[in-house]
């Protein structure tokens, strides 16, 4: 059972979700505007923040489902996991790979 979870854990919704949010959408708002900004010695841009708001977003519509009639929304939710996405953006940048970013959220869902 805890292999199960582990896999689909990191494979499924890790792996899935830094694809997406880190590796897709950050990278493409990255090169519509570049990576001005310095912070450790890390180059970033405007993709972090609005990766980091869309993964957030996505997390307050996680209890959403109006086929089954639950319209509930977890902001708190939202709030942290924006929190963690601009953590997860930044390790992206600094590595430029989503393997770190994976499996630092693996790990949290896990």
Request: proline share 4%.
């Amino acid at each position: 059972m805890v292999g199960t979870k582990l896999v689909y854990t990191f494979i499924f919704v890790a792996l899935g979700e830094e694809i997406l949010f880190r590796g897709y959408i950050q990278s493409r708002v990255n090169e519509a505007f570049g990576r001005p900004y310095l912070f450790f010695g890390v180059n970033w841009g405007w993709g972090v923040i609005i990766g980091s708001l869309l993964f957030g977003i996505w997390h307050i519509l996680n209890p959403f489902n109006p086929f089954i009639g639950q319209f509930d929304l977890m902001w708190q939710w939202g709030l942290w996991t924006f929190f963690l996405g601009l953590i997860l953006g930044f390790i992206r940048e600094k590595t430029g790979r989503v393997v770190g970013p994976t499996i630092l959220h693996g790990v949290i869902n896990f």
